[in-house]
């Protein structure tokens, strides 16, 4: 089996396998996609994945979510502005 990283648009990649990287506090530009993570009751964690089959909007044959937990913008790293 043969991996790559590619910058491709998904509507551009058509190979076997798409990778969606999902955080938890926000909601995916696909709102098909979004429709599934949700009907599948995907929460996202850190390192939870998800193999769906074909998605609208993406050209490849599945698209596997992988869970990022808490965006990095929501844990209050960044310092408030007063």
């Known amino acids: 089996m043969e991996f790559f990283v590619t910058h491709q648009a ?3 990649y058509s190979g076997d396998c798409s990778v969606a990287f999902v955080f938890k506090d926000t909601t995916n530009e696909n709102r098909i996609l979004q429709g599934l993570l949700e009907l599948h009751r995907f929460e996202a964690n850190l390192g ?3 193999m769906l089959g074909k998605v ?3 050209k490849s044959k599945r698209v596997l ?3 990022l937990g808490e ?3 929501t844990l209050n790293l960044l310092p408030r502005l007063e």
Request: hydrophobic share 40%.
């Open 48 to 50: 939870e994945t998800l």
């Open 65 to 67: 979510a992988i869970g």
């Open 56 to 58: 609208a909007g993406y």
């Open 71 to 73: 965006s990095p913008l």
């Open 10 to 12: 998904a509507d551009h």
